[in-house]
């Protein structure tokens, strides 16, 4: 293919001088690709048919390759990323390698990459060094190009120390970030020649000066390093600088367990314990947080680690509802709501240092007074850490034990902490952590079912308690009320928590209160409630919250609110409505209340709402009880006073304001169409359906009575092209339809065309076959108009291609216009008026 392609002598062309840089750049990326899939790189499992690209590159394309060379240190930041990303493949072969140290050009590129403004040329450059460290000799006696390269870096620009000068750079904190991305990639490379790395450099011996650096931005990146060291290396302490000396013999001797066990014990007690004795400081509380929040993945990976497993899982669980404890004041609830929440002082369990010390009197109100305690100067009072940081901190950490360790947590009072926060006003007025807590909520909850049962109803009772309590303040904002409605969500989602929220008295009780937001004085909260209920029936949602909406009659207060005041309250119900109706359960609930007929007959009133986006939803909603529920009879029956309008229809279609509510009114009546199709091929249809009922039966003229046909042929000349393309499509399907399903109709009728043209006469519309009824009639009508129309033409209208071309000609004209030689003797008289 390269050299069927001539891919390579391509790419030289758009690497020439005058060539645009963006060109060159996509030629650059293109051709790492080609290194990337490349066989004599990489394994043959892993790539394509490419082969010899580098080779031929070094053979035949030397220019290419100087090219690379001299613009990773150009003026355009996105030349130089190129270059860089197409040397991370090309460093991969021993070829490669080679090629960089002969150029001798290597150590100054790195050196200026590493300190380069652009992020991208970083991560680049970062990835470029990687790609050498993980390519090197396995071997000790094997040295290869690659470990001659690092050799020479290590060497020329002492690349140790200068990533360690970057990552203590205090008067930068653009090479601190710098420096910890490119641990970052090494620690995430996750092999052992990135680990031996970096137990060779110990550039992650000043581990803990990272962590407490002052920037929010080093932290977290330290913190995202410590955790995937975590998860990756057997022994994590070698590389930070910390493991115990041990003579040979026991270094030996040491599985990974025992490495795990030392790690996670110098973490807890020195690490852990060291930043949370800095009673003062906010920023520590935080990064000890991160730190147990790093250490929950890598235990759920490790085994029982000599047994030690349960008792690290407890320790850091207690200490993370101790944090959480710790921040949060003296709150007062509300009396009836407060007997439920009695989380009592939380113990930290172990024999460790940390848990000796946490337990200490008054060392957590100790560490609640500080953290409370308004700064005078710093970091803090210029909004640095708070203690809603910690909480979402701890809260993030809790999440995770909840998912990885459940047992664990069902053991613990980790409930009743999360729903004392719900009521801490300080904190949760940050939606931050209101939401934190509300989605932490349903995850511990979920602890507490084992074996299909849930082991504490009394606790999930006192839970709901609680969040009715919240959902009753008259106080409660609109985003808050849609995250409490999102937590319940996660309840009906759950199979054993759904069903006793939809059968126990808890329901009543939240039926009752969402039926008084529904009146709520603000538009935003009847709205959010609204939605939730919809919610609930759309993608076929789950079986107790349908269970619950049925039984406690929430579609009847939705419909209710159909002629809400506000406009979007309005909008929403009518689309909770087709929710409802497009799930089987709950239309067949909609039928059992009548709710169907009401609904059909008073859409069409609603067509004529002042708001656009109303009358989208409205439209849309006929269409689905048209199309997916059969009850254009009802809405064609109501509506008749409306749609007798002959003018009606067609000022929604052609000259509503708004585009969507003329494509919608197009699909509306192509609904209509299929409807009236369908009954008229069979009469007794909907008479068998209606035996019992006071319904009309359905009529196959209500197309024609609303100028379905004339309006979907004018719509084919709107302004705007989506219109124009519904209608061309819509009137194609209907034009396919009546060939194929009245065959024998449109057979006879192009039998009379012929017979007419052979006798000259032509035919003018009347049909010369048998008698035709009024419906025959006016199908054979129609379909006269259908086949006149040029539909290749209509296509023509509708294409994206035609119209950009349509303006490009007239940008020409236009040109040719202004190019028109202006008159010589234009202006000599301009004084004559003087």
Not at 80 to 98: I, M, T
Not at 245 to 263: I, N, R, Y
Not at 335 to 359: C, F, M, T, Y
Not at 417 to 441: G, H, N, P
Request: with cysteine; charged share 25%; glycine share 6%.
């Amino acid at each position: 293919m390269l050299v069927e392609w001539s891919i390579l002598d391509i790419f030289q062309a758009c690497l020439a001088p005058d060539q645009d840089y963006r060109v060159s750049c996509v030629a650059l990326r293109l051709l790492g690709f080609l290194l990337k899939h490349d066989t004599n790189i990489i394994s043959s499992d892993e790539s394509g048919d490419i082969t010899d690209v580098w080779q031929r590159l070094e053979t035949r394309h030397p220019t290419i390759l100087d090219f690379m060379i001299e613009n990773t240190m150009g003026e355009e930041a996105m030349t130089r990323y190129s270059c860089w990303f197409a040397l991370e493949y090309a460093v991969k072969s021993d070829g490669g390698a080679r090629w960089l140290l002969e150029s001798g050009r290597c150590a100054d590129m790195v050196s200026t990459a590493l300190k380069d403004t652009s992020t991208y040329v970083l991560t680049a450059a970062c990835r470029f060094l990687v790609a050498i460290i993980e390519n090197r000799s396995v071997e000790a006696q094997k040295i290869t190009a690659h470990d001659t390269l690092l050799d020479s870096l290590l060497g020329s620009i002492s690349l140790y120390k200068l990533i360690h000068a970057m990552m203590t750079d205090q008067d930068s904190e653009s090479n601190r970030v710098a420096g910890l991305e490119f641990l970052w990639m090494t620690t995430d490379s996750r092999s052992n020649r990135g680990a031996a790395f970096l137990r060779q450099s110990q550039l992650l011996f000043s581990y803990m000066d990272m962590l407490m650096d002052d920037s929010r931005l080093v932290r977290s990146r330290a913190l995202d390093i410590l955790c995937i060291l975590l998860e990756s290396n057997s022994n994590p302490l070698s590389i930070l600088g910390k493991e115990p000396s041990l003579s040979e013999g026991m270094e030996l001797d040491k599985s990974d367990d025992q490495a795990m066990f030392e790690c996670f014990n110098y973490l807890l007690d020195q690490d852990v314990l060291s930043l949370m004795t800095l009673t003062d400081s906010l920023k520590a509380l935080h990064v000890a947080t991160g730190i147990l929040d790093a250490m929950i993945k890598p235990l759920s990976q490790s085994s029982e680690m000599h047994g030690a497993g349960s008792s690290f899982k407890n320790t850091i669980l207690s200490t993370v509802l101790w944090t959480i404890q710790a921040m949060q004041e003296n709150i007062k609830a509300e009396q009836n709501i407060a007997d439920h929440i009695s989380p009592g002082k939380v113990v930290v369990q172990g024999e460790g240092k940390l848990a000796k010390q946490l337990n200490q009197p008054g060392f957590q109100e100790l560490i609640r007074t500080q953290s409370w305690a308004k700064p005078s100067r710093g970091a803090a009072s210029r909004g640095g850490t708070l203690p809603k940081t910690v909480v979402l901190s701890a809260l993030k950490a809790l999440q995770s034990l909840a998912l990885l360790f459940p047992e664990t947590v069902k053991e613990s009072t980790a409930i009743d902490i999360v729903l004392s926060i719900l009521f801490d006003q300080k904190l949760c007025s940050d939606q931050r952590v209101f939401k934190a807590c509300l989605t932490t909520l349903p995850i511990v909850l979920k602890t507490k079912v084992q074996n299909g049962q849930l082991l504490d109803e009394q606790l999930f009772a006192s839970a709901m308690t609680v969040i009715l309590g919240l959902l009753r303040r008259s106080t409660i904002g609109s985003t808050s009320l849609r995250l409490i409605l999102t937590a319940i969500r996660e309840f009906f989602a759950d199979e054993i928590l759904g069903r006793i929220l939809a059968l126990e008295k808890i329901g009543s009780d939240l039926s009752n209160a969402l039926d008084l937001k529904l009146y709520d004085i603000e538009w935003d909260i009847r709205d959010n409630v609204i939605e939730f209920i919809g919610a609930l029936f759309a993608d076929g949602g789950p079986d107790h919250g349908v269970t619950w909406a049925l039984k406690h009659d929430l579609l009847e207060s939705i419909f209710q609110k159909l002629s809400d005041e506000e406009a979007y309250v309005r909008a929403a119900s009518v689309h909770a409505l087709e929710a409802v109706m497009r799930d089987s359960r709950g239309w067949k609930g909609m039928c059992s209340k009548n709710l169907d007929e009401r609904l059909s007959s008073q859409l069409p009133s609603l067509i004529k709402d002042s708001e656009a986006f109303v009358r989208r939803a409205v439209l849309e909603a006929m269409i689905c009880l048209a199309s997916e529920r059969d009850s254009a009879t009802i809405i064609m029956v109501h509506g008749t006073n409306l749609f007798q309008d002959a003018k009606f229809m067609s000022r929604l279609t052609l000259d509503d304001s708004d585009w969507e509510v003329r494509i919608r009114a197009c699909e509306f009546i192509a609904a209509v169409w299929a409807h009236c199709l369908e009954s008229g091929g069979d009469e007794l249809r909907s008479s068998k359906r209606q035996k019992d009922s006071y319904l009309p039966k359905p009529s196959s003229s209500w197309f024609y009575d609303i100028r379905g046909d004339k309006i979907l042929v004018e719509a084919t000349q709107d302004s705007s092209r989506l219109v124009r393309l519904t209608s061309v499509e819509t009137l194609k399907k209907i034009k396919m339809t009546i060939e194929e399903q009245l065959g024998s109709i449109v057979t006879e009728y192009e039998a009379s065309v012929r017979s007419a043209d052979e006798q000259g006469k032509g035919l003018t519309g009347e049909y010369t076959g048998k008698e035709p009824t009024s419906k025959n009639s006016s199908i054979l009508e129609f379909y006269t108009v259908l086949r006149s129309l040029d539909f290749e033409r209509l296509d023509a209208t509708t294409s994206m291609e035609q119209l950009y071309e349509e303006v490009l000609n007239v940008e020409r004209v236009e040109d040719v216009v202004m190019e028109e030689a202006e008159d010589r003797n234009d202006g000599n008289n301009v004084l004559d008026c003087y």
